[in-house]
């Protein structure tokens, strides 16, 4: 059974970081397409970065310069690493994996990231 778990999320003044991480169990990590979406009150779940299984990554355009997404296929993770954070970054942020094999799509249960002074 495959399961993504995520951490790191929390409460962040304006201007400030967070880095947020998810591991994956139960599958070949390596194999996978790994992104973060999130999803904020009243709004769709929106794509913030992914990264591929050769590690090409796709940033919306709201986040381009201020996150970075990155893997450890040693340690089956994928990091989100937020800078820069503003007010409209506030949203539950999903972990999100895609086996290109099987098609199969799974996500995690979501971590909330709080932008507020």
């Known amino acids: 059974q495959v399961q993504l778990v995520e951490s790191g999320g929390g409460l962040v003044q304006p201007g400030g970081s967070l880095r947020l991480s998810c591991v994956l169990s139960?599958?070949?990590?390596?194999?996978?397409?790994m992104g973060w979406y999130r999803q904020a009150p009243g709004k769709q779940r929106e794509l913030a970065a992914s990264?591929?299984?050769?590690?090409?990554?796709n940033y919306a355009d709201s986040v381009k310069g201020r996150f970075t997404i990155s893997r450890d296929n040693a340690k089956n993770t994928v990091d989100l690493q937020m800078n820069s954070l503003k007010p409209e970054d506030t949203a539950v942020y999903y972990c999100?994996?895609?086996?290109?094999?099987?098609?199969?799509?799974?996500w995690g249960k979501g971590t909330l990231v709080t932008v507020s002074s």
């Open positions: 990264i591929t299984a050769g590690g090409v990554t």
């Open positions: 139960g599958s070949i990590f390596s194999v996978h397409k």
């Open positions: 999100n994996s895609r086996n290109p094999f099987t098609s199969n799509e799974y």
